[in-house]
């Protein structure tokens, strides 16, 4: 599997990503000289899709594959893309934070601490749907990094479409998330990814 290797705040700033929305709070101290050149459509809608693979840590043969699956789905194809994002596995366990990055909650995934409906999923790109319970499993309650990620909840709480409880490990998916509630991403346009792949 192809691995980036570029830091990860130098990433952010080259696609104009605030760190926050990967998960991360440190900012870049370097005051780097700013070259801004004017962008093609074509520049435009490969930023636009590069960010958003960026943020949820796709590359780029699982990325169009869940574009083409957001195509054939009713209704706009840039809203189903974000949403079959967001219903990913790996997405969801960071949006209830049981991680602090999508990264390491992926690695959760990865390595069986994540139980769907009682069953353990080790599948980060399974796709969730409403009334789905997502817990720690049992054996991995104690895991540093859990309890340092589950601190954020209580600061910020989650989605509106998820139920957390941080005692029990456990959180409940209450509905699909619609494009209007994904607020850190605001600022992605889905329509230029649209646009990108209809060339």
Known sequence: MGKS???????????GINPVVMGYTKQSK??????????SGYGLQLAEKQKVRFIYGLLEKQFKLTFE??????????????????RRLDNMVFRMRFASTRKQARQLVNHGHILVNGEKVTIPSYLVKAGDVIEI????????IIKESLKEFTKSGVMPWLEVD???????????????EVTDLADINE???VEFYSR
Request: positive net charge; proline residues 5%.
């Open 69 to 86: 699956k957001a195509n054939r789905m009713k209704g706009k194809t840039g809203e189903n893309l974000i949403t079959l994002l967001e």
């Open 166 to 180: 941080p005692d029990a490990m456990k959180g409940t998916v209450k509905a699909l998330p619609l494009r209007s």
């Open 5 to 15: 290797m570029q830091p990860l705040l130098k990433r952010c700033k080259a696609l």
């Open 30 to 39: 370097r005051k780097g000289k700013e070259v801004r050149k004017k962008k």
């Open 137 to 144: 499993k049992e054996g991995s309650k104690n895991f540093v």
């Open 191 to 193: 329509q230029l990814i």
